[in-house]
């Protein structure tokens, strides 16, 4: 997340990851969970109007050695109102062989839309600033706008697919693609992913799968622990502990 670290918040460009818990389609209950880590993509589904989720995950990742680097990253949304949601991303503590401290800051506004009971499309523009320490920090202001489709095909079987330009602001824009599913049953899931970026003004060609397991010990509550093979030469290899919380309403 370089240009060697495939995690959201150390790329600066990340948006989110795709819903990789056990309840599919956009939940009715405003108090539970939809995580959009660990994956590399989002889903199309938005939390509450008024409540809050927060994700928070650590990781260590490299190309060379997996210990190259390690980082523990945030990702604060709210909901705005029925399908609006904004997220607040960054990563309050990296290490790198360029740096340590935290990394840029970012913006994410995600807007969905539901075409019919198993099927949503959303659009998310986001933004990263150059708030980070030296060595984390792309040193400028990127944006993105990425396009999701998510899909419920049966009640234990939900699919994510991405694509949308990144890094736009330096030179060629990094075209994202990904496609992910994931398969749960009781509290249990497993989620798979393929991602990929072209190269462009902010780095090279990166592109991995990734595989997690998922627990929901509670509605409100996700933990999340799985890894990244990076496919390509500079897509570095990961393994990441997360967590992810609703914690409720913060305002009417």
């Known amino acids: 997340m370089r240009r060697t670290r495939p995690h959201r918040p150390l790329r600066h460009l990340w948006l989110a990851l795709l819903w990789p818990g056990a309840l599919g389609a956009q939940a009715l209950d405003p108090r539970a969970v939809q995580p959009e880590r660990p994956t590399v993509a989002t889903h199309a589904y938005a939390v509450a109007p008024g409540f809050a989720e927060l994700e928070q995950g650590v990781a260590i990742r490299g190309v060379r050695s997996i210990d190259e680097a390690t980082s523990w990253d945030l990702n604060l949304k709210v909901g705005l109102a029925p399908g609006w949601q904004l997220g607040v991303s960054g990563t309050a503590y990296g290490r790198t062989p360029d740096g340590t401290g935290v990394g840029d800051i970012g913006f994410a506004l995600k807007w969905r839309a539901d075409l019919?009971?198993?099927?949503?499309?959303?659009?998310?523009?986001?933004?990263?600033?150059?708030?980070?320490?030296?060595?984390?920090?792309?040193?400028?202001?990127?944006?993105?706008?990425?396009?999701?489709?998510?899909?419920?095909?049966?009640?234990?079987?939900?699919?994510?697919?991405?694509?949308?330009?990144?890094?736009?602001?330096?030179?060629?824009?990094?075209?994202?693609?990904?496609?992910?599913?994931?398969?749960?049953?009781?509290?249990?899931?497993?989620?798979?992913?393929?991602?990929?970026?072209?190269?462009?003004?902010?780095?090279?060609?990166?592109?991995?799968?990734?595989?997690?397991?998922?627990?929901?010990?509670?509605?409100?509550?996700?933990?999340?622990a799985g890894g990244v093979w990076g496919m390509a030469v500079e897509t570095p290899d990961q393994v990441f502990l997360g967590l992810t919380t609703n914690l409720g309403r913060i305002f009417k």
Not at 151 to 173: E, K, M, Q, Y
Not at 178 to 192: C, D, P, Y
């Open 116 to 224: 019919s009971r198993t099927v949503a499309v959303a659009v998310v523009p986001g933004v990263t600033v150059p708030t980070g320490s030296a060595g984390l920090s792309a040193g400028r202001t990127l944006g993105a706008a990425v396009g999701v489709l998510s899909a419920d095909f049966s009640t234990s079987w939900h699919a994510d697919v991405n694509l949308g330009p990144t890094g736009i602001g330096v030179g060629a824009p990094q075209w994202f693609g990904s496609a992910g599913s994931t398969w749960s049953r009781g509290r249990g899931a497993l989620t798979v992913e393929l991602f990929g970026f072209t190269a462009g003004g902010v780095g090279p060609v990166q592109s991995g799968a990734l595989v997690a397991l998922l627990i929901t010990p509670a509605e409100w509550v996700v933990v999340d």
